[in-house]
């Protein structure tokens, strides 16, 4: 097969992008660890290291040829002129609150098949609100929010705290820090400023969960269906005194590959019930939003126990260094799939829904 992957690369790299990349955390080393970050110190947190782009076409290559297409401007002239058999997306998109759906919307323009989530699934999940209210419709657990769109809308409000506040479409931990967890009117209304003025978005409030929090790989579609061993993100890993939340310091500036943090446990350590429970919650969760071939879930319990949904990400990060923490790989890797095996067998799940395999 003729396979296409499609990414976007971080733009400190895309100079030369046939350079050998640094790691992925050696880029953000530069950042704060408090909310006063610089504009574009997290802007591109959510894109792909050409690192990670090269072990995925290096994992492909292993049983199909593979071409590297770069989501710019002028991908949809390439893709038009290429016609791969398949396209391998991980491109996160451009600009605005639907940019995850750019490249599928282009490739379902020109009918050429592509692996993950189509463009609805892909701007629904990536606009938490809009996943929250379909979530909600189905009766899937999820934390009680409000939306803020403008300061003018932060008078009239009152919302229990404590609670989280979250850019409305960002990924990554774009613009969630320790001090997103608030504790008082007067820090909620601090932190929705924040929100609002530097990311130039709504910004999400949400129920504080206070429980333990999961990630849940899920592989494949229908039938073939398989929820991934359940990772636990374990906070007791953090720095003393910091807030139980994976933010963005947590993620990338507290975890080094060169002194990783044990943040992640894998298998999680559950009892049945518990387990069956994040698992159910999970498929729901996957089929409502009609997500495709691939996603992860982060799962949060409540006061009482009960698993709830705080985000899907259908396109999930894919860091190819053991060392380098990342749930999805090595949620694989505790199935049995290594890295090659875990991308082809998303690519495989592709091909079977158009009939290819
Ligand atoms: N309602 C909540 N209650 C408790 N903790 C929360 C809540 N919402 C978010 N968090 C904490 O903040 C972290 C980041 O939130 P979220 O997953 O929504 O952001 P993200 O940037 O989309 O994440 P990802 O890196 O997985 O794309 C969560 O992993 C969790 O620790
Ligand atoms: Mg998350």
Partial sequence: MDVALVYNVKKEESVDASSVAQPSSQNQQTTHTHIQLAPSADAFAEWDTIETIHAVRDALSLRHTVSLIEADDNAFDTLKTDRPDIVFNIAEGRFGASREAQIPAMLEMLNIPYTGSDPLTLSVCLDKSRAKEILSYYNVANPKFAVISSLSELQSLIFPVPAMVKPLFE???????????????????????????????????????????????????????????????????????????????????????????????????????????????????????????????????????????????????????????????????????????????????????????
């Fill in 171 to 357: 990924g990554s931990s774009k613009g969630i820090f320790n001090s997103s967890l608030v504790h008082s009117q007067e820090e909620l209304v601090k932190q929705v400023k924040s929100v609002v003025e530097e990311y130039g978005q709504p910004a999400l409030i949400e129920e504080f969960l206070p429980g333990r929090e999961f990630t849940v790989a899920m592989l494949g579609n229908g039938a073939e269906l398989k929820v991934l061993p359940i990772v636990e993100i374990k906070f007791d890993s953090l720095p003393s005194g910091v807030n139980p939340i994976y933010s963005y310091e947590a993620k990338w500036i507290w975890d080094q590959s060169s002194n990783p943090l044990e943040i992640f446990e894998c298998p999680a350590k559950l009892d049945d019930n518990l387990k069956t429970a994040i698992e159910n919650l999970c498929r729901n969760t996957y089929n409502v939003l009609r997500c495709r071939d691939w996603s992860r879930i982060d799962v949060r319990l409540d006061k009482n126990g009960r698993p709830n949904i705080i985000e899907i990400n259908p396109l999930p990060g894919i860091l190819p260094k053991i060392e380098d923490n990342s749930c999805f790989p090595k949620a694989a890797r505790m199935s049995g799939l290594n890295y090659s095996q875990m991308l082809n067998t998303v690519l495989d799940a592709g091909l079977k829904r158009y009939h290819l395999l």
